[in-house]
């Protein structure tokens, strides 16, 4: 069975909503050459586009919180469902805050190198993200 302490650093630095908590936890716990498959801002990647990804989350959602519905592990790699809840105070994808809650689900898949954070991917529901938010009719 995986080790998942360095993801659980990660998820409760992330509850805290201390984007400079975030930060530092993210230096400590994942590899400095993070590989990062999901949609990352462009012109940066590994652990500068997972730096720059909770930097835009938690300043339009400074208190998002990530509950783990399930944790299965496999070998060197752990899979995480999560729902995601927040309330829009910030901009977020060109959108001024709203004031509205979201609640929306994601699913990653971490694999652990050295009792770091080697490789992440991720699928989360951004249409209901935005859907929420009242930026898309569908």
Not at 18 to 25: N, P, W
Not at 113 to 135: H, K, N, P, S, T
Request: cysteine-free.
């Amino acid at each position: 069975m995986s080790d998942t302490s360095a993801f659980s650093r990660m998820h409760e630095a992330v509850n805290s909503g201390d984007l400079e908590l975030v930060e530092k936890t993210i230096d400590e716990v994942v590899d400095p050459g993070l590989v990062f498959h999901a949609p990352v801002p462009t012109g940066v990647s590994g652990v500068q586009a997972l730096k720059q990804v909770w930097r835009v989350l938690l300043t339009a959602f400074p208190d998002l919180r990530v509950e783990i519905e399930d944790v299965v592990t496999q070998g060197d790699k752990a899979v995480y469902r999560n729902t995601v809840t927040g309330t829009h105070l910030g901009e977020y994808r060109g959108l001024a805050p709203t004031g509205r809650s979201v609640r929306y689900a994601e699913m990653f898949i971490v694999r652990l190198a050295g009792g770091r954070i080697a490789e992440i991917w991720g699928v989360v529901d951004v249409l209901a993200q935005l859907r929420q938010l009242g930026a898309v009719d569908v």
